[in-house]
């Protein structure tokens, strides 16, 4: 038993040994970077205990990655070591000390910043916040509580996981549900649902779709942390599928029986759980290689039966639709996002009949009756002028007379308008 301790107690003091170590090496490069640069802001979660490289530690220092946007004229710095992740962010362009104060003031009002330390550097040294911390559980000092081990190391785990799950849990809700509404929300839209039209669609309206909406966005979320949790890629991609499955379930409950975000489930699905794989971890794989790679997993078995309409595009005309896609990486999301410069209607609308225009859209194709059609339609927006209001109007009620909709394309905008929204907050691409 003395000889187990022994090892044990070697071991821990190893790890301390490394965590000690990858500090000074943090601070070398720091100052090498002050050779270049006046002001180095470093993030780095507050992460009791050994392991520093858990998911929480990834998710705190994500969490403000969006101070990259703030910094003008910023070089960007990802690492991780025995100490865990953590953030530089390299300027010539601000004042330290004013820095400094906006970082402190990060720290004290934003629903994390207890949670993580931001300093700020320059050649003469550190800029220290001021004061001492208070602890996570108590009023006392955390300096006082450490010392007198008053809380357990369990007790301080589930304050951070609960704190850093409603922060991102919130976020993930009110960016998912406003990127659907966008969506939903323009009009005229070509033979889709919007506030004031059925379109194309006889058994849908607004009303449907906003049930649809609220019955799927739970299971985004879960997918997300599940994601966050999970370690084997394959295991993770067989319980995102169960989930999936579940949100087509509450869906049609919530329609009853009417597929209004079916593709959407798919596509914003693999979106969400390709972004929390990204953060939740360090990985330095472009997001759009994780959704790839993800897509590549789950249709590695797939074979084309012709049990779905897709299946018989596929056999007949080698149209891919949500799968080609998602397996290539959503190549025409990657050439969307600069066009989507805002959320204003004239930016949606120039998405929307980009993705019209170019994508695999089986729903369309299923809807325009034959490959001619279809075509045929694909040109008529080609040509289309999206400032002139008549045109708009008068291939929208084509589209309605002909019985036409892009839902394939409808849910792309909406996978756009997501990823330009959640990039601002935590910088992946």
């Keep these: 038993m003395e000889h187990t301790w022994t090892v044990l107690e070697k071991s821990i003091m190893n790890i301390k040994d490394n965590i000690l170590n990858s500090r000074e090496e943090r601070a070398k490069l720091i100052n090498t970077y002050l050779l270049d640069y006046k002001t180095v802001i470093s993030v780095k979660a507050n992460m009791p205990g050994l392991d520093k490289n858990n998911q929480l530690s990834y ?21 991780q070591n025995d100490d865990g992740p953590f953030l530089l962010i390299m300027t010539n362009d601000v004042d330290s000390q004013s820095v400094k104060n906006e970082m402190v003031e990060i720290e004290n009002s934003h629903e994390l910043g207890r949670l993580i330390d931001i300093d700020v550097y320059d050649k003469q040294g550190s800029f220290s916040r001021g004061g001492r911390r208070i602890c996570y559980l108590c009023d006392e000092y955390a300096i006082n509580c450490i010392k007198n081990n008053k809380h357990s190391f369990e007790e301080i785990i589930e304050f951070i996981r609960d704190k850093v799950y409603k922060y991102y849990q919130r976020i993930l809700w009110d960016n998912l549900d406003s990127s659907i509404m966008e969506e939903l929300a323009l009009d005229p839209k070509f033979g889709l649902v919007t506030p004031y039209s059925s379109g194309s669609h006889k058994d849908m309206n607004y009303e449907l779709m906003i049930k649809a909406k609220t019955a799927i966005i739970p299971f985004f979320i879960k997918m997300f942390f599940v994601t966050c949790e999970k370690k084997d890629v394959n295991d993770l991609l067989i319980e995102l599928k169960n989930i999936g499955i579940s949100a087509e379930t509450a869906m049609f409950l919530a329609t ?41 997993i789950l249709f ?19 149209i891919s639709g949500i799968k080609g896609e998602a ?74 007379e002909n019985n036409l909709s892009f839902g394939g394309s409808a849910d792309l905008l909406v996978v756009t308008v997501f990823l330009k929204k959640i990039n601002d907050l935590w910088q992946f691409f």
């Design 256 to 296: 009853e029986g009417i597929n209004a975000y079916k593709g959407l489930i798919f596509n914003l699905g693999l979106v969400v759980s390709g972004i929390a794989y990204k953060i939740s971890r360090f990985s330095s794989e472009n997001i759009f290689e994780i959704f790839k790679k993800f897509a590549e």
């Design 327 to 400: 397996l290539n990486g959503f190549k025409h999301v990657q050439e969307a996002l600069p066009i989507l410069k805002d959320f204003t209607w004239i930016s949606k609308i120039r998405a929307l009949v980009f993705y019209i225009t170019n994508i695999e859209d089986t729903s369309f194709l299923k809807r325009a009756g034959s490959i001619e059609s279809y075509l045929e339609v694909k040109k008529l927006f080609v040509d289309l002028d999206i400032f002139d209001m008549n045109q708009v109007n008068g291939l929208n009620q084509l589209c309605i």
């Design 300 to 318: 590695k078995e797939y074979k084309y039966r012709g049990h779905s309409y897709g299946d018989i595009a596929y056999q007949k005309y080698l």
């Design 59 to 79: 998710l705190l220092v994500n969490a403000f990655s969006y101070l990259t946007n703030t910094i003008s004229n910023s070089k960007i710095d990802y690492r």
